[in-house]
Every structure is written in structure tokens, then in C-alpha cells.
T-cell receptor
Framework: QKEVEQDPGPLSVPEGAIVSLNCTYSNSAFQYFMWYRQYSRKGPELLMYTYSSGNKEDGRFTAQVDKSSKYISLFIRDSQPSDSATYLC????????FGTGTSLTVIP | DSGVTQTPKHLITATGQRVTLRCSPRSGDLSVYWYQQSLDQGLQFLIQYYNGEERAKGNILERFSAQQFPDLHSELNLSSLELGDSALYFCASSVDLYVSGNTIYFGEGSWLTVV
């Protein structure tokens, strides 16, 4: 079992939709969770960073962690074509563990 | 701009050759990580250095090696290159894995094509 698992998609939504991206993790000791956005052939950029359970909001983006179910989510409100990218979830234990990424396309 | 600098951005080389990829971490970061990302594949962790010493190894081939220098920049050496080594190679850096609130920042990558 991989430390962090992510549905690869691809996911295609119309502009303005609410997008939900999800990951699961295996180690209940993980406390730090991250979401990265990666445009094609570019380096992943840190989007959201959360500690322990709960929600964190930044503009149109909300990161949610449910430690009881070991579930990580990223919600994007009012999605824009510029949000089209691959989204990687990650967690930090004694190393950084990344999901394989979910490819998102927002159609104008 | 993450502050992590990688060179070269692109390179094309022949099978059997050797290349060196270079990374300068963010100012103040002591840890450097190398990842490989093939087409449509996830990030594969290769190796981590902390303050000049190897800290963790992932799926790094024996033909590949890395080091971190006293000025904290790092180099990834890829030798006896094969077609399958064509990929994006990312360097990332962090302050220290165990510092509260610490996270990892990526460079823009070095795109290697082996022909």
C-alpha cells in the first residue's frame, strides 16, 4: 500500500463548477498535508498547506483533512480555465510522500 | 518563483552518455531532494541530502549518483544513459524535514531527452 493514494482522473468540468479532488493516506501518524499544482512540464508549486485535521481556506481553494478516515480533499470554487493542471496531494512523515496527481481540465 | 534553481532547463544527449544536473536550493534550505517524473507518471523520489550528507534513498538507479556540496548546491549525475531515462528531473529543497511547518519547494526541472 502506498503512503498516499490519489485518483488520477482525468477530471473535466465546465467553467464555474466546484471541483473536488481527493486523496487517502495510510499512516495515521501523518500530521502535515499539502496540495501542489503542476502545469504541464513545470515544477509543482505549493498551493495549500495544512496541519492536522480541519479546513483551511485561501481564496477559491479549500483544503480539508479528515484524520479519522485518513482523507485529504481540495475544493476549488468557481473553477477557471487557468485552474487546468495536475494537482498533487502530499503528506509528510519521515519523508515527503506524493500522490500520483489528478489531471483537471476546466472547459470555458 | 520558488527560489530553487535548476540548470540546464533542457538537454538532449545520446544513449551511453553521462550528464550532470545542477540545483541551487532556496536560501536557508539545508535539504535537497531529487525526483524523476516520466511522461504521465508521478513523482519518483530518487535521493535526499541534508547539509552535505545523504539522508534518504528512493528508487535511484546504480547508474545515477548525487552529492551536495559545502555551499549546499547539489548535482545529480546520470551515466550510461538509456532511452528510458528520458524524463523531467526535479530538484526540491526544504529547511529541515523535522522543523514544524516545514514543507518542500520545487525547481522548474531539467528536461532530459536521450536519443
Amino acid at each position: 500500500q502506498k503512503e498516499v493514494e490519489q485518483d488520477p482522473g482525468p477530471l473535466s468540468v465546465p467553467e464555474g463548477a466546484i471541483v473536488s479532488l481527493n486523496c487517502t493516506y495510510s499512516n495515521s501518524a501523518f500530521q502535515y498535508f499539502m496540495w501542489y499544482r503542476q502545469y504541464s512540464r513545470k515544477g509543482p508549486e505549493l498551493l495549500m498547506y495544512t496541519y492536522s485535521s480541519g479546513n483551511k481556506e485561501d481564496g477559491r481553494f479549500t483544503a480539508q483533512v479528515d484524520k479519522s478516515s485518513k482523507y485529504i480533499s481540495l475544493f476549488i470554487r468557481d473553477s477557471q480555465p487557468s485552474d487546468s493542471a495536475t494537482y498533487l496531494c502530499a503528506s509528510r512523515g519521515n519523508q515527503f510522500y506524493f500522490g500520483t496527481g489528478t489531471s483537471l481540465t476546466v472547459i470555458p | 518563483d520558488s527560489g530553487v534553481t535548476q540548470t540546464p532547463k533542457h538537454l538532449i544527449t545520446a544513449t551511453g552518455q553521462r550528464v550532470t544536473l545542477r540545483c541551487s536550493p532556496r536560501s536557508g534550505d539545508l535539504s535537497v531532494y531529487w525526483y524523476q517524473q516520466s511522461l504521465d507518471q508521478g513523482l519518483q523520489f530518487l535521493i535526499q541530502y541534508y547539509n552535505g550528507e545523504e539522508r534518504a534513498k528512493g528508487n535511484i538507479l546504480e547508474r545515477f549518483s548525487a552529492q551536495q556540496f559545502p555551499d549546499l548546491h547539489s548535482e545529480l549525475n546520470l551515466s550510461s544513459l538509456e532511452l528510458g531515462d528520458s524524463a523531467l528531473y526535479f530538484c526540491a529543497s526544504s529547511v529541515d524535514l523535522y522543523v514544524s511547518g516545514n514543507t518542500i519547494y520545487f525547481g522548474e526541472g531539467s528536461w532530459l531527452t536521450v536519443v
